[in-house]
């Protein structure tokens, strides 16, 4: 019986397809042995049938192991000896471990010795695969190329390596998903949240609705689960806007920033395709951020009569695509809203924004802060202080500070320059220029005083009071 006992060794070793050769010697000689009654005795129990039987179990095994290692040779480019065939080694022998039932340990290695040679070989004769325009190449280290078998998928564990191109689905329109990639996808701007003075509670509901959950998707699951859609409202010039812009800099998220021109000029007609078109996109490339601007000029209130059809049919269009967010548990995709006529938005429109949050003017602190950072490379005067601008700027938005805080530097320079034209014809050129000495003076209370007293505040008591009545019927924080 050395067939039997070669068999098993052989396996065990690693040497598969000469232990299947044993094996069909092993079986010949059983064929045999039954012929011969005498020499068909039960050994331990066991006749040379019910064994032949047992081992024709091992002899699947191993092939099995076999078939396993060619479709590892077949499937595995090694376009690169580095950490990472270390580590494809490693997977390949989890994925062989579950075939081998009751082998022990030295088969284990010796099957990981055998991939990591005929791996090594396979480099060394193939040079460059076909397969190899797979391998996802990041150029700065050989650490990070990643090795992909064939069919790998693009959707799984190399997302945010290679961009995922959305494809334009049949009936579609493929100017409106150029132009949605071109001018809608907004992948940087340069706004972050440290530019925006103030407005903390808005800043970290934001940033724990949008930001953290994208960042790290398995807290935020559950009752944690975040908010889908959020609307910011509260009088012009305030920040929300830049809200918005500080969200678009999250790098794990991709945003959408809508332009309410887009959709009511030139795309009038097609509006509801573009809606359409732009939640489909949002969710393939999710986790996502669709934000729409001024949303009271594209999601007024509805009316019957006097309406464009295809206004209608976007609005609608606009309802059905957020409900399909708000009520999808897997998809990551958020809405974010901002308008300074929040009472002119529908109704349907309003209820489907689950937050509803008020950007309110600059109180003291906020304006210092605002003072602070529009001022913070500006040369003053010393009797220059903060809180003191902050008192004269009451009712005053951050873009009236910012236009306040510009028009006090530029005085002084202006005074220089009338002085050296009194009783003469303005004639501003890079020529005339060269004979003014144009110095660097320090901004005075004087200055600050004199922009306050030309630039009016851009927000009536009027509106103040509109929001703030719309705030506490409908808003939220
Ligand atoms: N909190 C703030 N921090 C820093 N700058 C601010 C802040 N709020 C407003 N500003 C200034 O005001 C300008 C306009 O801000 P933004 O466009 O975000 O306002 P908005 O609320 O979107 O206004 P609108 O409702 O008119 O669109 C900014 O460019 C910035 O200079
Ligand atoms: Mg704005």
């Not at 790290?216 to 959020?230: A, D, N, T, W």
Request: with cysteine.
């Amino acid at each position: 019986m050395e067939a039997l006992n070669q068999f098993r060794e052989l396996a065990l070793n690693g040497e598969y397809e000469k232990s299947l050769q044993s094996f069909d010697e092993f079986t010949k000689e059983v064929k045999c042995m039954e012929k011969d009654k005498e020499k068909n005795t039960m050994i331990e129990g066991y006749s040379w049938k019910q064994m032949q039987n047992e081992l024709c179990k091992e002899a699947h095994v191993v092939k099995q192991i076999i078939h396993e290692l060619n479709a590892f040779k077949q499937s595995i480019d090694f376009g690169d000896i580095g950490p990472n065939v270390q580590e494809q080694e490693e997977k390949e022998v989890k994925k062989a471990k579950p075939i081998l039932h009751g082998a022990n340990n030295n088969t284990v290695k010796t099957i990981k010795k055998q991939v990591s040679k005929t791996s090594r070989s396979k480099l060394s004769l193939t040079g460059k695969t076909p397969v190899q325009s797979t391998i996802t190449n990041n150029n700065n280290s050989n650490s990070e190329a990643k090795i992909k078998p064939i069919g790998f998928s693009e959707n799984e564990s190399t997302k945010g390596e290679k961009e995922k191109k959305y494809e334009c689905p049949k009936g579609i329109d493929q100017e409106i998903v150029s132009m949605i990639e071109d001018s809608v996808i907004d992948r940087s701007n340069g706004i972050s949240w440290l530019d925006i003075a103030s407005l903390n509670e808005v800043k970290s509901l934001l940033q724990e609705t949008i930001i953290l959950p994208s960042v790290m998707p398995e807290i935020f699951k559950g009752i944690r689960k975040p908010l889908k859609s959020i609307l910011l409202f509260g009088p012009p010039g305030t920040g929300k806007t830049m809200l918005a812009k500080a969200v678009a800099n999250n790098k794990d998220s991709i945003f959408f920033n809508v332009a309410p021109s887009l959709v009511v000029s030139k795309w009038r007609g097609d509006s509801s395709k573009l809606i359409k078109v732009l939640f489909e996109m949002a969710r393939f490339y999710s986790p996502s951020v669709i934000f729409f601007d001024e949303i009271d000029s594209i999601g007024s209130e509805r009316s019957a009569n006097g309406e464009h059809e295809a206004t209608r049919q976007m609005k609608s269009e606009l309802l059905i695509q957020m409900d399909g967010v708000n009520n999808c548990k897997d998809c990551r995709v958020i809405i974010l809203g901002a308008t300074n006529h929040p009472w002119l938005i529908d109704d349907a429109l309003r209820r489907r924004f689950e937050k509803r949050i008020y950007v309110p003017l600059p109180d003291k602190p906020a304006r210092i802060q605002l003072f602070q950072m529009y001022l913070k490379d500006m040369e003053l005067y010393k009797d220059v202080e903060f809180p003191m601008l902050a008192d004269l700027t009451e009712g005053y938005n951050g873009a009236d500070i910012n236009a306040i805080c510009r028009d006090a530097a530029m005085i002084s320079i202006r005074t220089q320059i009338q002085r050296f034209y009194s009783g003469s014809n303005f004639n501003l050129n890079s020529q005339t220029l060269q004979n003014i000495q144009i110095q660097n003076v320090p901004i005075s209370v004087q200055d600050f005083q004199s922009a306050v007293s030309r630039i009016k505040s851009s927000v009536s008591f009027q509106d103040l009071e509109k929001h703030t009545k719309w705030f506490q019927t409908f808003g939220s924080l």
